[in-house]
């Protein structure tokens, strides 16, 4: 099965930017859809951040990160990016990458941290 390591994530003041990196063991093009998920909180379910199409030609944002963040992918080097601006507090947390149509292996994640 396909596994994902994602990284770029650390520690920033308040509207300082981060892009993260999801390298992908295998091919994303064969998986699809790809996204980014975050988890704010120890053991709360995960939410969806943004997700990309295969052929990443549409993207698709939660409210509250719409017009911060960029979501892009590489289907030949297998990596899905996230460049994250005007981050906030309230964006610290560990975030995953995985599939959108189907859940695959989750990643340790990178962690998150903006302080104010």
């Known amino acids: 099965q396909v596994q994902f390591v994602e990284s770029g994530g650390g520690l920033v003041q308040t509207g300082g930017s981060l892009r993260l990196s999801c390298a992908a063991s295998?091919?994303?093009?064969?998986?699809?859809?790809m996204g980014w998920y975050r988890r704010t909180v120890p053991g709360a379910q995960r939410e969806l951040v943004a997700?990309?199409?295969?052929?990443?030609?549409?993207?698709n944002y939660a409210e509250f990160v719409k017009g911060r963040f960029t979501i892009s992918r590489d289907n030949a080097a297998n990596t899905v990016y996230l460049q994250m601006n005007s981050l906030k507090a309230e964006d610290t947390a560990v975030y995953y990458c995985?599939?959108?149509?189907?859940?695959?292996?989750w990643g340790r994640g990178t962690q998150v941290t903006v302080s104010s």
């Open positions: 295998g091919s994303i093009q064969s998986i699809g859809g």
């Open positions: 997700h990309i199409t295969r052929g990443g030609t549409s993207t």
């Open positions: 995985n599939a959108v149509s189907q859940t695959l292996a």
